[in-house]
């Protein structure tokens, strides 16, 4: 199942649009910001499908029937660039607990790349429900790389993705390896590059929330 944000929210579609426009995306604060903002609005979006329980909350003049959220979920993030995402995921999970995965393409003479995974902190997952930040999903091998590595910690409850702008292959790919995730996106596009990037895409969305090129 995939769902486009921006079909819900006009508000999602207009943050999108100014992480792909060249003139705005290179205020790096903006560019964050925008990628947090998808991070909350997805969180909500999320909660919504997640278990809640009854409780009786006592209030200064009495008792009120609430309705709290059972458990919160493990929120986990593909260095670097998936930081920005997470702490908008985390702006509303707040008490959720938190798996950091390095992962990064190793690029081969011919144009190829291998993802390659060396880092990995992560409470166990049993059972958990598990959110993935990553805020391009391309190819989709990262994502499923991670997947893969974050079920040796446990077999979650459910897992959802988080992105900012998905790639009909990439989705396919993730789908057919993992069918059960939920993709969580603010826009779907159609091409890929030889390299793996998005088109139209945005660029590459470690750089621009960080400056690390
Ligand atoms: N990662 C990015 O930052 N951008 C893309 O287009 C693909 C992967």
Redesign the pocket.
């Known amino acids: 199942m995939v769902i486009n944000l921006s079909e819900q929210h006009s508000l999602v579609s207009n943050w999108v649009a100014e992480l792909r426009d060249t003139e705005i995306q290179t205020d790096r604060m903006r560019f964050r910001r925008n990628l947090e903002r998808i991070g909350e609005i997805a969180a909500y979006e999320i909660s919504k499908l997640l278990p809640w329980e009854e409780k009786e909350i006592t209030t200064p003049l009495g008792s009120a029937p609430s309705k709290v959220l059972k458990e919160q979920p493990v929120l986990a993030t593909i260095l670097r660039?998936g930081l920005p995402l997470h702490q908008g995921l985390l702006n509303y999970f707040d008490r959720a607990d938190n798996a950091f995965i390095s992962a990064y393409r190793k690029h081969h003479r011919d144009g190829s790349f291998e993802i390659s995974l060396d880092y990995i902190s992560c409470p166990s997952l049993e059972n958990r429900v598990v959110i993935i930040a990553d805020?391009?999903l391309?190819t989709g091998s990262s994502l499923v790389k991670t997947v893969q590595y974050l079920r040796d910690e446990g077999q979650p409850a459910e897992m959802h993705i988080v992105c900012a702008i998905a790639c009909t292959v990439g989705v396919e790919f993730v789908h057919r390896i993992e069918p059960k995730v939920k993709i969580w996106c603010g826009a779907i596009d159609d091409e890929l590059t030889a390299k793996?990037?998005?088109v139209p895409?945005l660029?590459?969305?470690?750089d621009l929330a960080y400056g690390t090129k």
């Open positions: 660039a805020p391009m391309a793996g990037y998005i895409g660029g590459d969305a470690g």
